[in-house]
C-alpha cells in the first residue's frame, strides 16, 4: 500500500511535469501560428519613433485572409481604402500638399503639389506608382507615399489611379501607367521625368520601362523601384526566411499570393510584366532600390539590384536597419522615413538632365 | 474492477499520446538547439554552386565554443589555421597566385602576385586585411581572400599578418595594419591604394582609416570592408533575426562574443576603433560594403552603409542572395563569387587616379 501511494504520487509529479512540458512546448511552438510572428528583440539601433512601428503596429487584419470571391476581395479592399483615406487627409494637412484629380490619356491621377515647389526642379515631375498587390488603394486611396515624396522633394508627383483585379487584372494596371506616362511625355523631356514606387508600385515601376523600352518609347531619367514585387511567385530567399519577421506583409502564403494569382490571371507568374526579375534590363536608366532587414521582399530587392550590376545599369541599393516591408513610408516624423525621402530626392535631382 | 481497468486504459492512452507530442515536440524545439540552424529551403535563385555551400558545408566545429584559456584558443586556431593552409595551397595554384613573404615596417605581411598584372594596375596595390574574429588565420594562414583578389583582379595585394589576442589583443592588430599601410605610403601614392577586406578584416579596414584620419595620414583611394564588423557588441538588428540562418557564424553568442571580449581586452566595446558605426566617417573615401541576405552581419553593413549615407560619403552596398556570413568569397567557382570579385575590382579601378 505504501508502495502504492509512492508510486502515485511519481506518477503524479511525472504527469504534472509533462502536463507543464507540455504546455510550455504548445506555447513555444503555437507562437508563430497564433499571431504569425516570430518574437524578436526591437533593434535599438533605429530611431525611438520607428521603434515603435517594430513593436507595436498590429498586423494588417487581412494578413492571412484568402478570399474566393470578388466580393471577398471588395470587403477587404474597402476595409483598407477607409484606412487609407484617414491616413492621406492628415498627411495632406500635416504636409501642406494639395492634391487634384484629373484625367491624364483617360487614366484617373492625383497630382500632389508641395506648398513650394523647389524651383530648380520646375519643368520636372516624378511619376508615383503605388502599391498594395494589385487589388488595394483604389479610387486614389494610395497616394501616402506621393504625398510625402511631394512634400520632401518639393516636387510635382503625379500618381497614377490604374485599374486593378477582380475586374481589370493584368495588363490593366500597366496599360494605365503606360497610358499616363506617354501623356506626361508631351509636357515633359524624358530627362525630366523620374517614377518610383514601392511594393507592387516598384515591380509596376520596372515593368513600365520594360513595356516603354519594348515600344521604343523614350525612358525616364531614373526610377527608384522601393522592394519592388519584383518575383511574383514564392522564389527568392526572404520569402521564406523573412516569413514571420515582416510585421506588415507577414508571409506570402496569406493575401499576398493570392493577390499574385488573382492579378496574373492564369499568365505564368515569371512573365517579365509580372516579374520584372526575369527583364532583360540592359538599358534601363539609373536605378535606386530601398528594402530593410526584415522585409520579405529583400530578396525581390537584391535579386533586382544584382540584376541591374550584372546588365551594368547604375544601380543603388538601401536596406535599412530593422526595417520590414516598406516602413521606410511609414510615418513621416521618423527620421529614418525623413532620411529616406531626403535620398530619393537627391538621387532624382542627380540624374534630371 | 472493470472501471478501474477502463480508466487505467484510459490513462494509458493519454500518457502515450501525451509523450508521443512531448516527444515532437522536443524535436521541433531542439532542431534549432541540436546544430544551431533554422531550416529553410535552398534559395532556387543562386547558382548550383552556390546552393552547394548553402546546403552542404558543415558548420565550423567551434561554432559554440567558449574557450576560457589561451590553450584553448591555440587548439580551435591550430585546427582552423590546419584547413585554411590547404585551402590556400590549393588556391594558390588553381589561380596561379605567387606568394611572398616579407617584412614592412617590422610586419610581417604576404604579397600575392597575379600570373599577369593588368598593365593599367602597375604601381597600385590593394592592402587585404583577413577576418577571422581577431583570433584565427595567424601566420599568413588568412590570405584565400587575398589569392583571389589577386587573381580576379589582376593586381598587387599586400595581406597584413597582424598580431592577435590571446597575446596581442587591442590596439595591436590595428597597430600593424596601421604600420603596413604607412610602409606602402613610402612606395605608392594615397590615391593608388585600395584597402578591403571581411569580417573582422572590414572592421579593421574601417579602423584603419579612422586611424589614419585622426593622425594626418593621407587616406587611401577606396575602401572595401565586407561584411564589417562594425558593432563588436550584440547590437544590431541580424544579430538576432538571423541567428541560426547564417551557416558561417550561427550566432554571436558561441566564439564569435568571446572573441570581442578577448579582442577588447577590457576597451568599451563601443570605441570607434572596435565598433567603426560608431566613428565620426566624414571624408572617409568611396566605400563598397558587401552582405548576404543570410548573413549575421547584414546589420553591421547596413548600420555602417547607412552612417556612410548620412555623413555623405559615397558609399556603395551589394546585398547577395541567399548568401551567409562572407560566402561571397567562399569558393572561386561559384558564378557569384567570380561576379563579387569583378565589383571589387571595377570598384578599386573607377576610385584609383
Known sequence: MKSHIFSNNI????????????IVCCWQLCAFAQDGMQQ???????????????TCTPLLPYWNAHPRTPAEWQKL????AKVMRQK?????????????????NGVSVQTLIPETVDPEQQGRVLLHIHGGGYVFHPDGTGIDEAIMMAAFSRMRVVSVDYRMPPKYPYPAALDDVFLVYKELLKTY?????????????GGLTLALVLRAKAEGVPLPAAIAPGSPWSDLAKIGDTYFTHAGQDNVLVTYDGWLGEAARLYANGHPLNDPYLSPVYADVTGFPPALLTSGTRDLFLS????????????GVPAELVVFEGMSHVLYQADPDIPEVQFHFELLRKFFVRNFQ
Request: overall charge positive; charged content about 10%; glycine content about 6%.
Open 77 to 80: 479592399v474597402d476595409q483598407s
Open 40 to 54: 524578436y528583440p526591437v533593434p535599438q539601433t533605429v530611431s525611438p519613433q520607428l521603434q515603435k512601428f517594430i
Open 189 to 201: 523631356t524624358p530627362k525630366s521625368i523620374g517614377v518610383f514606387g514601392s511594393s507592387t508600385g
Open 300 to 311: 525581390n530587392t537584391v535579386r533586382m539590384h544584382l540584376k541591374f550590376l550584372q546588365a
Open 88 to 104: 492621406n487627409a492628415l498627411l495632406l494637412a500635416k504636409l501642406k500638399v494639395q492634391v487634384a484629380t484629373t484625367k491624364l
Open 11 to 22: 506518477l503524479q509529479l511525472f504527469l504534472r511535469g509533462l502536463l507543464a512540458f507540455t
